[in-house]
T-cell receptor
């Protein structure tokens, strides 16, 4: 069965510093991979997605992610974090019939 | 552009009560699904539907029923609420195809006393 691991429950980054959130997946076939962001009290917003082709994908709000098949990873990055990026981030893998298997999330805290 | 609309936004129930969480989408999406979100657990799939009249179970279906009589609506029913069902519930929809991104509603925060 498919699974997603986000090793970091919380991460604190200084404003202006770079960010990398880790995601490892387990899936038998070519995965469909997604990153979502959730602000407090809100629903989930899609940041970016990977289906095939270029392994470096660009998303909204200046985020990017790199798919590495050999490492079963899909890490999310941003060169310079803004205070408004503080939120919870979820990595997910497509599970068939357009459903998703989510990781447990990483809470990003941004310090001044 | 409404997208995915969930009602109510908040609800408090007593153990044993029944309730229906409503979900409607106006994007003509075939796929719809329900997830629950609990602290430290991420989102877990409850039920999903690939079209009107077709539903199936997800990872955590016990205690929940669904039906899909129209493309637009996908209600989630709790027949006899239990404290373990205290959670935030999200409805999502997407176009047909596993590579299509899910569009999420804003959630229903449900407390069972």
């Amino acid at each position: 069965a498919q699974s997603v691991t986000q090793p970091d429950i919380h991460i604190t980054v200084s404003e202006g510093a770079s960010l990398e959130l880790r995601c490892n997946y387990s899936y038998g076939a070519t995965p469909y991979l997604f990153w979502y962001v959730q602000s407090p009290g809100q629903g989930l917003q899609l940041l970016l997605k990977y289906f095939s082709g270029d392994t470096l994908v660009q998303g909204i709000k200046g985020f990017e992610a790199e798919f590495k098949r050999s490492q079963s990873s899909f890490n999310l990055r941003k060169p310079s974090v803004h205070w408004s990026d503080a939120a919870e981030y979820f990595c997910a893998v497509g599970s068939g019939y357009s459903t998703l298997t989510f990781g447990k999330g990483t809470m990003l805290l941004v310090s001044p | 552009n409404a997208g995915v609309t969930q009602t109510p936004k908040f609800q408090v129930l007593k153990t044993g009560q029944s309730m229906t969480l409503q979900c409607a989408q106006d994007m003509n999406h075939e796929y719809m699904s329900w997830y629950r979100q609990d602290p430290g657990m991420g989102l877990r799939l409850i039920h999903y539907s690939v079209g009107a009249g077709i539903t199936d179970q997800g990872e955590v279906p016990n205690g929940y029923n669904v039906s899909r009589s129209t493309t637009e609506d996908f209600p989630l029913r709790l027949l006899s609420a239990a404290p373990s069902q205290t959670s935030v519930y999200f409805c999502a929809s997407s176009q047909t195809g596993d590579n299509q991104p899910q569009h999420f509603g804003d959630g229903t925060r449900l407390s069972i006393l």
